[in-house]
């Protein structure tokens, strides 16, 4: 099969999805779009071939390009998505996919019409992490039992990006969609469960004060009809570094990580302590999930199941946003 080539848009983590696709064998890096002339003049340094531009529809209708690759602010997503699908591209989108339910279930009709011959991705980039590989594995094996609960929290730790950053002037912006998406893609992806309702509550005392508009705080529970228990946080005002914890608890097994490491308890016996992993739990790049996506083009892998659960997290990120105005236990209406 011919090389692929590749369109990107927008060079913030958009620089990893470039060097992804530069060093795959198969995928040429045909044409790069940011808004920042500095930015795209760097890079012109490196790929001296590739067609610069600031107007994404340039890649999103051109004929020579195959794949784009979407890593611009929130709100453009969707729109930029719709319009790679309706030109033939397979996409591979930054989360979220995009930030609405009514969004999703316009993207989520065009890919169903395509999807025999069009992939569609997003980068819920924790899934290539060392540490969560071993885990999905070991839960499947039944290593824990049954898991009646899964915490996770995401401490973004970067209170200037949402009080100065493109994330406080944009609409809507929602740090669930924004971030707490990680930790329920994870308890989607390793528990292979989904929950039936939410119920979400949050806050925005640490930007108080501030231009940001929103909560910067979120917290909520989540039911199954296992029986399951679910509870995400989004804490992006959090003194702290960068980081999220992990917690699932099941009848034989309980799994943490936090900052004390990754850790296994497999007794209550207090006189045995736990059992340490030296597992990575972050991904060796952001980029680590695009040479699998690129296989799955190549070679028209199926990929349906996993482009399922990037729509079941927005339904699930849609019912906390509802959640939180609402005041209200919410059931989720899965797309």
């Known amino acids: 099969m011919n090389n692929l080539r590749v369109g990107i848009i927008g060079l913030g983590v958009g620089e990893q999805h470039v060097k992804a696709y530069s060093d795959h064998p198969n995928c040429i890096v045909a044409?790069?779009?940011?808004?920042?002339?500095?930015?795209?003049?760097?890079?012109?340094?490196?790929?001296?071939?590739?067609?610069?531009?600031?107007?994404?529809?340039?890649?999103?209708?051109?004929?020579?390009?195959?794949?784009?690759?979407?890593?611009?602010?929130?709100?453009?997503?969707?729109?930029?998505v719709t319009i790679a699908l309706n030109s033939g591209k397979h996409v591979f989108c930054e989360k979220?996919?995009?930030?609405?339910?009514?969004?999703?279930?316009?993207?989520?009709?065009?890919?169903?019409?395509?999807?025999?011959?069009?992939?569609?991705?997003?980068?819920?980039?924790?899934?290539?992490?060392?540490l969560y590989k071993w885990l999905k594995c070991r839960i499947e094996?039944?290593?824990?039992?049954?898991?009646?609960?899964?915490?996770?929290?995401?401490?973004?730790?970067?209170?200037?990006?949402?009080?100065?950053?493109?994330?406080?002037?944009?609409?809507?912006?929602?740090?669930i969609m924004g971030g707490g998406i990680h930790m329920i893609d994870l308890m989607l992806w390793l528990t292979n469960q989904r929950p039936t309702s939410v119920f979400a509550s949050g806050n925005k005392i640490?930007?108080?004060?501030?231009?940001?508009?929103?909560?910067?705080?979120?917290?909520?529970?989540?039911?199954?009809?296992?029986?399951?228990?679910?509870?995400?946080?989004?804490?992006?005002?959090?003194?702290?570094?960068?980081?999220?914890?992990?917690?699932?608890?099941?009848?034989?097994?309980?799994?943490?990580?936090?900052?004390?490491?990754?850790?296994?308890?497999t007794t209550r016996d207090p006189s045995v302590s736990s059992e340490h992993l030296n597992l990575n739990p972050l991904p060796p790049s952001k980029g680590v999930l695009i040479p699998d996506f690129i296989a799955s083009v190549l070679n028209n892998n199926g990929i349906n199941n996993e482009t399922q659960i990037i729509f079941d997290s927005i339904s699930i990120c849609s019912a906390h946003d509802k959640s939180l105005k609402t005041q209200k236990q919410e059931m989720i209406n899965y797309i």
């Open 206 to 265: 640490c930007t108080k004060n501030t231009e940001f508009r929103y909560n910067d705080y979120v917290s909520s529970i989540m039911s199954f009809e296992s029986g399951m228990t679910g509870r995400i946080t989004a804490n992006f005002g959090c003194v702290h570094r960068h980081h999220h914890v992990i917690r699932i608890y099941g009848t034989k097994a309980t799994f943490l990580y936090d900052d004390a490491g990754p850790r296994i308890h």
């Open 96 to 130: 979220p996919l995009c930030q609405t339910l009514e969004q999703a279930y316009h993207i989520k009709d065009i890919w169903a019409n395509q999807q025999s011959r069009l992939k569609l991705g997003s980068n819920l980039v924790l899934r290539g992490a060392p």
């Open 141 to 175: 094996e039944g290593f824990f039992g049954d898991i009646y609960a899964f915490d996770g929290e995401y401490l973004y730790g970067r209170l200037n990006k949402i009080t100065s950053g493109w994330r406080g002037q944009i609409d809507d912006y929602s740090v």
């Open 31 to 80: 044409g790069i779009c940011d808004f920042s002339e500095e930015k795209l003049a760097k890079i012109q340094c490196e790929f001296p071939d590739a067609y610069l531009t600031r107007n994404a529809d340039e890649l999103l209708l051109s004929p020579d390009i195959d794949v784009i690759s979407i890593a611009s602010f929130d709100n453009d997503h969707a729109d930029q």
